[in-house]
DNA sequence: CTGAAAGCGCTTACAG
DNA sequence: CTGAAAGCGCTTACAG
């Protein structure tokens, strides 16, 4: 059996013997008279009818699938920002495109250019941008004939010259306010696991971090930074390597929490103790790290807002003509991954 | 300023000075004079000229956009087989539009439904269906349209009543192949920490478990099954109910990772260890489990090949008339969440 | 309220 | 190889 064509709405307004105007008007629920009105639904339902969701939005009804580009689904953080923003727009009645750069930035490019050609009428861009002019100016080519068009387009994370609506955890704060916490820990030797330089949020972070530190006359030998993947393994491989160097440091403060969950576990494999031997903290909050052992250390942002709030940036009208910048605190939470110095 | 209209392909031709048919069979790398081509390109590169998916799709060419529906991307459990089928889509050029129906059926419907409109090339459904004629019926009339018009359907998880490509984690072996060695532990008392009813993979896991039970004459006392939403608050709150119903189970098998990790938590949280006071597996062996303490015992699936080969199903032309089954071998891994009885 | 018709932006036979 | 034209399946002024 040769797959048949698909349904029209001619194959309707005939079966239900009106004009394609009058069964397109009744499908859509404007004034019909009810008479002709039960006669298309009827028609439709026994057809089987799908609307062509291309010609309806090639024929200028708006289209109803946002588009979302994320470094990784498979990353805790990304899959909690993304829950937020597809319980967004599951209340919104919007159907989600997710894209997964597996941060390839050359890739990420390649998607806002079929996300345009989709012609979604959102955006979002779920993730650090890159500090890299090459990229910079590529998307920038990419976003600025969309936004011309009418694309809205919401961030969340810093893209330095990214003129669009952004929520922004505020990594820089965070770190810092980390850096505090630590230090009345009794801490004065650090070590960091930090992703890659490119990364705005690296930058942040660090920069928070370190900056805070210094406040205290605290400083962080350029040794005990170790620069690695923002993933899990990135994070066991940069704790393998610390300890290599033979560093002194009596926490470690990796850029994020599935990087300290890395570095937990290589901990463990040597045989070191967290906290007793070392502390660890993190940066996130992503769910499961309430139920490591111990508890992982880390400053909590909201994730799931992050995500919905960048949804409702990009769904609502941006009356006015600048860009909207949504800061979202973070906030640390000790657990207990970290300790006091000499307890 | 106004958002101009988007750049069409009669801008190309124009710039170009040559007709829409050239325009287009230039963008399309087919045959087209070199001096001709080299214009059309440079006029669409100058416009930033992006051609309309929908007037594409509608004119006939293929759409590059496959749906995929899960239960919740936040799971990690699905955001693993989603990383699978990304990876593979992303080789393949190809764009995903992934759904989360945070496991309400109705919304399941709606998703197909929307993908339907959208012509998708392909579906995916990922995650265990529900056993609930009604349900069954109304995707089944989703469906069957969409795959007489051509649609290529693909699930991961059994469907009762779907005759479409499957991808099949074997479940009950697995459970079975878990309860042989839990029993080879010594283990004679069990409970189960069981998901809704309703879902296959439910029927399937606990089927298995208890059958081998029974082979080797040890008995699932109902008291000793709890049911509650596959999440990890769904296995706290199992496990907390299963020992205020003073279960004097000696392990405990939790129907997914995700509830173990519930679980665990639960008995920390009432100051029970595990395994000394009781032994703890689950199902799956997401990511994560390998890194908890102690970490767990499991049966594990290749997660990311799921969604792989899901996909590839969907992509690959089914030349025979019937439907193809892919299993999918899960093995026990035993590690520290279990101890032998008695020591 | 209803219908005939134009038009959305492409692709692809069909001629040349 | 190139171009004029039809057609994909809808929506929406425009008449009636």
Known sequence: MQPRAHVTLEDVARAADVSLATASRALNGMRVTPQLRDRVLAAAEKLA?????????????SHRTVGVICHDVTDPYFAAV??????????NDLLVM??????????EIAYVSMLRAERAPAILLIGSGFEDARWERALEAELKPYLDGGGRV????????????????ENRAGAAAMARALLDLGHRRFAVLSGPRALTTV???LGGFREELAKAGVGLDPA??????????????????????GSTATCVFALTDVMAIGACAALRDQGLSVPN?????GFDDIPIVRDLTPPLTTVALPLQSLGEKAMELALTENSGRRRRLLRMGGEVVLRGSTAKVGS
């Open 49 to 61: 009818y799908t609307p062509n969701a291309h010609a309806r939005a090639l024929a200028g009804a």
């Open 82 to 91: 993304a829950g937020g923003v597809m319980r967004v727009a599951g209340a």
């Open 98 to 107: 997710l894209a997964s750069t597996f941060r390839d930035p050359e890739r």
């Open 154 to 169: 919401a961030v969340v994370s810093r893209h330095r010259s990214l003129k669009v609506d952004s929520v922004l955890p």
């Open 203 to 205: 930058a942040d972070r």
């Open 224 to 245: 005990d930074i170790v620069e690695a993947p923002f993933t899990r393994d990135g994070g066991y491989g940069a704790m393998t390597e610390l300890l290599a160097r």
């Open 277 to 281: 031997d070392i502390s660890v903290a």
